[in-house]
């Protein structure tokens, strides 16, 4: 594929999707080969059994990743229903615990709207902002606990910023207060390592097509603990634990159990692979003048860099950098040209939120890519400097 | 499928866009030579595009003229393309200016208007500095 | 793949689920090929780009199939999401125009449990039996119409008899009382010629998996005329006009796409053949003594028969019918061995209802799949029948 | 993978079933030879499951023992396993039959318990009915 400029695009938009692994797309298609082996799971016949079979699999390869039950695990059709679900289902289910939740304000959407629709049902919902450094006072949580509180929704890893919250220390806290704990895990999930048995999580949302798996399939972990439940938003068949009915989606299934395993294999690997990239890239940017790196750089994943730079258009910036396939805020307001709210939560203003490059990268970003990216971007930044009246700059 | 790939492949900037953007050769001051040098400014109220136009006048005819433009690609385009178009033209010509035309040849999408509105603010500014009587302003 | 016999399943189960059309596969895997065909399509880059320009163009696939405009149709995650989106989504919408709902005994779990959900809500939903030929009479309907009702659900094809419901007078009816109506067509898309121009349907669900396409996605349709609307009940990053949120799955949805264009192409042919083998099955059977046909075969989807066998017990006769992959009573309900609440809704007792096996087969069953189809049943029958006390004959 | 494939292959139906169920040899009537001939039923109550042994019994030896079942494989398996055991030999002996034992060889799943349940009744009834003297039951 080549971009408006004849040269091919360097794709550094892994927190939006990455590209899938070939091993998860072989044995998709493998599941389409013979007709027998792509059967309804809930048949009763061989074929059926066959899919029940391979989907257990699946089950089983997802619950190594995360170190959980595989029947902890339901399948849903990607973070955004898993949050959902986990949100709103968590709330409506324990309406009776109390109608106060608690959320952060640089969440995704998935997550910001489902608390902004449950307080359309009467619930109350707390949104705490984070330090200029993206994380969460464990003590401004504390602090907006009360008795009423049923519910805390906080990510894991920002998807904008690559910021990482302490889950630990905030799901000890929840369930010491006797709190639901939920966390948005679309950006870490295979990615960093997660623990399950060890971590004080309740309920927790992921994505395949965030971890080289493919787009339309993803999970909800719900701990099997007294008083973790939800409702559930769909009804039909009974199709996991009566929590998610429809036809199982038999190749994505297998493609979301392949991609966890590889993960699983590569974890370590992986993530020095990013870490080594993120200091190229950040040790070529770092010299540009009037760039700010937004979100801590200790807690931080480092597949995500985000820079905001003074007296750039970030729309004009975005095209200068072609052929680079970066983001500028969130992928899911790409569309919208708002300044990115997450950044705004940093205590970005919009001229800075709007400058915000996002740069992602993963197993198969090579160091050429980031040096490419480097130079684009020096080179970018100047000259819309050098275009720029004074005043803007 | 060329029909849908073309557009694909440029998104929402089309070729004369993408030339004028990567290659604004009116960007930066004018050297106003012997003439006289007039700024007018425009900018959005929330801060966010500004647009900048220098011309540098001689006798009535617009020997220079140049922009900076803090804004979008279409912004920038739009401000580069009337660059080219007006200098070295009568000043009074600038009156030919005409926000329609501009989006329809560079297929500015309608919501983003109030940019090539901004120009447009610039262009009368410019005007009405430069020696009203010269100008036929109806 | 064997069976427990050695020998390869015969595959009569199309109404669970189809076999992939290879051109689907090949469609679908060759967008994993490459990084850069494998984009988020709110990605606001050449990536991003593409991936959007191919989802357009499977919107208008889908749309050439059931002849309604692109920008009319969701996509979701199947049909029992379309339905509950459909259902639940209008009837909240709606609410202040009324809240009495009417639906069928005979629908899909999907139907029937979204409506059982309302009712929690406060709506209230009049549930009407069809004839003994699975036959909703439309005057049945018009009674049961009140000024306070405002959403009407039948469905297309039933899943487990084939039966045909008349949507163009029930959509004509509710239209003249200015009642919305929703017809579940899983198991007609892509079989029977759709228009939806000239029907008066308001929701219409959909599945891709009924009609060789990949499992786990669908398409809801939703007519552009006033008070046609729905309330979301997934919230977040605004896609899908922000009734469906959540990444859109790139390769499921150029899948769904090819499939509606190769169904499209193929209606008359697939629709011939299944009439050819159901003939052919129908005269193979015929004969066997005691066996009543489920469902008028006047109004009836040629590519479904279902039989019900005097004195044979089900469970031991789909053991008998190996290695026959057929179903008894509907894939959903397959695993908990409860007589099929359709059958007995068409006035079967649950004897018979727990005997009936439903045949469904396709464009690439053959005749002699049939023929087998025919030997085995008639041999299982006669055998159970021998072993069988003869009060249960 | 062997080990999920098996399973798989035979679904809920074990080597045994299968082989039982595909072959039942003393499915239908016994022919009592010159003994006396009993019959004894059982039923669920939901006219679900039935099931009917016939005996033939000569000097307190079953020397037929034979069956006929309307109900699931594993009932007709668990019927044919009974009468495959208990032919032969002394009437008595069906004091031994064991509804945890059947379970467990065939593989029945526990919610299927009250179909073997009926084959228990069946033999208590049959037992009944044989000539209580010759019999031991404590
Ligand atoms: C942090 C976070 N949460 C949720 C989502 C939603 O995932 P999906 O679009 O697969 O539903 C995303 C990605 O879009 C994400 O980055
Ligand atoms: C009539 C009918 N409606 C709805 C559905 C649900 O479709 P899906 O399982 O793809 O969500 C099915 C099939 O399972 C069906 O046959």
């Known amino acids: ?393 | 499928m060329t029909s849908v790939t073309e557009p694909v492949l440029l998104g929402p900037y089309n070729e004369q866009v993408r030339g004028l953007f990567q290659n604004p050769r009116h960007a930066g001051d004018a050297a106003a030579g012997n003439g006289r040098r007039y700024e007018a400014r425009a900018s959005e109220a929330t801060a966010g595009a500004q647009i900048l136009l220098i011309a540098g006048v001689t006798e009535g005819i617009l020997a220079a003229l140049r922009f900076r433009v803090f804004g979008c690609p279409h912004l920038i385009a739009a401000a580069e393309a009337t660059c080219e178009r007006f200098e070295g033209g009568a000043v009074n010509k600038l009156q030919e200016f005409s926000v329609s035309d501009l989006m329809e040849t560079l297929g500015v999408p309608v919501e983003k208007m109030g940019r090539i509105l901004l120009l447009e603010d610039a262009i009368q500014a410019l005007l009405s500095q430069v020696d009203g009587k010269a100008i036929n302003r109806n």
């Open chain 1, 1 to 393: 594929m080549k971009t408006a400029h004849g040269s091919s695009p360097v794709y550094l938009d892994h927190a939006a999707t990455t590209p899938i692994d070939p091993a998860v797309a072989v044995a998709m298609s493998a599941c389409f080969a013979a007709r027998a082996d792509y059967g309804n799971a809930s048949s009763n016949h061989i074929v059926g059994r066959r899919a029940r079979a391979a989907i257990d699999t699946a089950r089983q390869e997802l619950g190594l990743l995360l170190n959980a039950q595989p029947q902890d695990l339901i399948w849903t059709s990607g973070a955004t229903e898993s949050v959902n679900l986990a949100i709103i289902g968590a709330a409506r289910f324990r309406a009776h615990r109390g109608r106060h939740l608690i959320t952060m304000t640089t969440e995704h959407k998935a997550v910001a709207e489902s608390f902004d629709a449950l307080e359309k049902e009467g619930f109350e919902v707390t949104r705490l902002s984070p330090g200029v450094d993206g994380i969460l006072p464990l003590s401004d949580l504390e602090a907006a606990m009360r008795d009423q509180t049923q519910l805390v929704s906080i990510m894991h890893v920002n998807n904008e910023t690559g910021v990482i919250q302490d889950i630990e220390a905030i799901g000890t806290l929840c369930r010491s207060r006797d709190v639901l704990f939920h966390t948005d895990a679309a950006q870490s999930v295979g990615k960093l390592h997660i623990d399950l048995e060890a971590l004080p999580v309740d309920l927790l949302s992921l994505t395949a097509h965030k971890f080289r798996g493919p787009q339309g399939i993803g999970a909800l972990y719900m701990a099997n603990r007294p008083g973790c439940r939800v409702a559930p938003l769909l009804h039909g068949g009974g199709q996991e634990r009566r929590l998610r009915p429809g036809t199982s989606a038999l190749h994505q299934i297998i493609g979301i159990g392949v991609a966890a395993r590889l993960a699983q294999n590569r974890l370590a690997e992986n993530l020095s692979h990013v870490t080594t990239l993120q200091a190229r890239l950040w040790r070529g940017l770092n010299g540009v003048s009037g760039i700010t790196r937004n979100g801590c750089a200790e807690s931080h994943y480092p597949g995500i860099l985000n820079i905001s730079a003074e007296g750039v258009e970030g729309e004009s910036l975005m095209l200068a950098l072609e052929p680079l396939c970066v983001a500028s805020g969130s992928a899911c307001n790409a569309q919208s040209g708002e300044p990115s709210f997450v950044l705004k939560a940093l205590g970005r203003t919009d001229l800075e939120a709007q400058s915000a490059i996002r740069f992602s990268y993963g197993p198969e970003t090579s160091r050429s890519d980031i040096d490419l990216a480097v130079k684009l971007y020096r080179s970018a930044v100047s000259r819309l400097r050098t275009i720029a009246p004074d005043a803007a700059a």
